[in-house]
């Protein structure tokens, strides 16, 4: 399909030919329809409409420069204990479950991002699993886009009770311009645990704006979440872990290492709502040349989460001058029962003293203060169960660290 700048400045008639040309169930051209009505009456998003946005002007994004017509291509890699379906909504069973999932944890409503991507979505992968399961692999999806356009990534993960799976994704994209508007929606079943690893390997000219969330819905289910930022020109991204099951759990994790002007900039939500739930969340970024992250980050602790376990760091190195950190760590606490509600924040250069005590034991300070950066990014990763695919991760980030 090929869109004329007026159509893509008016969504509806972009989504609708869009949807004809796909064929959409009746369930999706009716998501379809909603998520482009609110495209077109939703203004971007900016500071004085929501705190997560006070740093980046969304108004700078010209639609027309982003053909909807898509050159992506999708590789899975599965054990036979997971049903993964890269789908392009035909009828049947897995569209019909499909329909029941689909933009119910991250909603087309969210802002204007978000009813683009239901707007002009294509497929999603689905990965299921089903109850007691472990698959012995992790399960892998690589995604890459080739060329200028609009790119709308959906992947749903949904699985049984005390199931086991390990999702690791990958976004990649060549020199071109390109606006990517991935979601992820994770609903974890009873006495499950879901870890899920994303690795952004954007191109130079990418501008990403990211929301995934899981649905904690289930009693004692539990989430682990890695965003691995390699490259991109802007990497914006929304995490939200919402924990109403009781004992459910999250751990986020995120890491980014930044080097020319390169912008990372992410928002999380802990969000207790059930009793006897924890979350634990830790952002780092390094950064070298003129790049900058942000980081907004919200534990919210309602007033039904008794006995809640809450924990929230984000810690920023400056291996610049002319790099920048703005860290912004929030508690909202609307009940005096619970175990622990702390934050905390740092952004600075690598410690002299550090650095001075290395040298004085004869390490050269160009090979001391490249020990101290890999200590301080390790810590992430070393979050992820031992084994291959953290030694793989660790490998991914020495290649861009090496390469800086």
Known sequence: MTSTTEELVRVAPAARALGEQLGDPAWLARLRAEAAALADALDWPDSYQSRPWKYYDARSIDLARYPVEQDESIAVE???????????FAEGATAERLSQRLGTAVSPGTDRFTALHYAFLREAVIVDVPANAEPATPVRIRRSVSGAQLTTPHTVIVTG???????????????????????AEIFPGPGSEVRYYVVHRWGPATRSFGYQRMLGAERDAAFQNLQLVLSGRVV???????????????????????????????????????????????YKAALRDSARSVYYGLTRVGVEAKNADANQENRNLLLSKTARA????????????????????????????????????????????????????????????????????LGMLEAKVRGS
Request: proline share 5%; aromatic share 6%.
């Open 161 to 183: 009770p005390n199931s086991r799976v390990t999702v690791v994704e990958e976004y990649a994209s060549d020199d071109a311009e390109t606006l990517a508007i991935p979601v």
């Open 78 to 88: 599965a054990d036979d204990a997971v049903t993964v379906t890269t789908h392009g």
């Open 326 to 393: 703005d860290s912004d760590p929030v508690l909202e606490i609307l009940t005096s029962n619970v175990i622990r509600a702390s934050h905390g924040a740092t952004a600075g250069p690598v410690d002299e003293e550090q650095l001075f005590y290395l040298q004085t034991r004869g390490i050269p300070r160009p090979v001391a203060e490249g020990m101290l950066v890999w200590a301080f990014l390790e810590e992430v990763i070393g979050r992820v169960p031992e084994g291959g695919l953290r030694e793989e991760l």
């Open 236 to 282: 914006k991204g929304q995490m939200e872990s919402s924990l109403l099951g009781r004992g459910t759990a999250s751990e986020l994790l995120g890491l980014a290492y930044g080097r020319g002007e390169e912008y990372v900039d992410f928002y999380t939500l802990q969000d207790h709502i059930g009793p006897d739930t924890r979350s634990d969340l830790l």
